[in-house]
């Protein structure tokens, strides 16, 4: 008798149906897409795309680079003030031989724009009248650079290579003179691809948080088994923190997933310990877990709960990504929270026990969401 009350407690109860629940995730085929394949397809996007940025060669001795910009010239200019050179002719030979160009001459510029509409080339410059005439007096001479405002990805690379040929063109005339030229130099850099670190450290707090948010939306509704249990409020609050307890192992299970493929893939070393970083994921999760549970006790069909997962996602791409100024949002919301700690314990090493003040706030968020999702689940009767 006294081993039927022992069993009858309530950790007892919380312990099976966390158990049960583990179960049932294990053969739910979405809830583990949304937490294993979509995660692995994120990294392996981000490591194809790594890849491709990193995979041409630097081009040396005359030779192109993989992804050299197709250039149209058209060449306007006839003055004739600098002795014994064609300015013109010779800037454009510069360009010729930059590694990042594959020049293109044209007669005209009417016949450079209709090479741009039917996308023979990148971009065409216009070398004007007046070109050495300016040049050779001392007053700027401007080329004209043409892009298709439908290329968005040449924009920038047009721009940047050809600012390296006029300095190289400027230099060897010697119409500079100690230049001042910037250096990147990255500080608190982690070892490792740094296009990768620095997507790919918000990625992992943002794939756990909203993954296990996510599937945790559908904790509750529709679960038919658990409808036989509503008699009690203590029932219902066992099964929210169990619920809870198994989604964020789940999380957790996901952090390391995502964690050795961030490290491994690129091979990043954080400038921080790995313990550092699974208390900033599991504070994603234990926070993502309690939403999605939330959740799960507002809609009343899974179809509702999936259609809250794209609110969700959409949401916090918009207010978590620190692209825009979310004002208080950035002070309250667990992943922006938890984009802030990841990104300088990782980058800049700071110590966990640095962010006290926001471990308390997402802990105190969790519980706040916790007692909320028991308020509502307790005031119901059905669960669709």
Do not use: C
């Amino acid at each position: 008798m006294s081993g039927y009350r022992r069993k009858n407690t309530k950790l007892w109860r919380i312990r099976s149906m966390f158990l049960k629940e583990l179960r049932l995730i294990q053969n739910d085929k979405f809830a583990l897409l949304m937490i294993f394949v979509l995660p692995g397809m994120v990294m392996g996007t981000l490591y194809v795309a790594t890849s491709e940025s990193t995979s041409a060669p630097t081009a040396t001795n005359g030779e192109k680079s993989e992804d050299a910009i197709i250039l149209g010239v058209v060449d306007l200019d006839t003055t004739d003030t600098y002795p014994g050179q064609d300015l013109s002719e010779n800037f454009t030979w510069y360009l010729s031989q930059s590694p990042d160009f594959i020049v293109i001459e044209f007669d005209t510029e009417e016949k450079a724009r209709e090479a741009l509409y039917r996308d023979r080339i990148d971009a065409y410059a216009v070398i004007d009248y007046g070109f050495e005439g300016n040049i050779t007096n001392d007053v700027p001479a401007f080329v004209d650079i043409h892009i298709s405002s439908t290329n968005f990805q040449s924009q920038s690379a047009v721009f940047s290579a050809f600012s390296d040929v006029v300095t190289k063109f400027r230099f060897d005339h010697g119409w500079i003179k100690g230049e001042v030229r910037m250096v990147n130099i990255r500080e608190f850099q982690p070892t490792g691809d740094y296009t990768a670190a620095t997507f790919g450290v918000f990625l992992l707090v943002f794939s756990v948080f909203i993954a296990v948010a996510a599937t945790a939306a559908q904790a509750i509704v529709g679960d038919v088994p658990l409808s036989r249990m509503l008699l009690t409020p203590a029932s219902k609050i066992e099964a929210i923190i169990s619920k809870w307890l198994a989604y964020f192992v789940l999380g957790m299970i996901q952090a390391q997933f995502l964690l050795l493929s961030w490290m491994g893939l690129f091979g990043i070393v954080p400038n921080t310990d790995y313990l550092t970083l699974n208390i900033v994921l599991a504070l994603m999760s234990i926070s993502g877990s309690a939403l999605g549970i939330l959740i799960s006790t507002l809609v009343s069909t899974r179809l509702q709960a999936n259609q809250s997962f794209l609110f969700l996602l959409f949401g916090s791409m918009i207010f978590g990504t620190g692209f825009i100024d979310v004002g208080v949002v950035d002070d309250i919301y667990p992943l922006n929270l938890g984009r802030t700690m990841i990104i300088d314990t990782a980058f800049k090493g700071v110590a966990i026990t640095a962010f006290g003040e926001q471990i308390l706030l997402i802990l105190e968020i969790t519980a706040a969401l916790l007692f909320l999702a028991w308020f509502i689940f307790s005031r119901r009767r059905v669960l669709a």
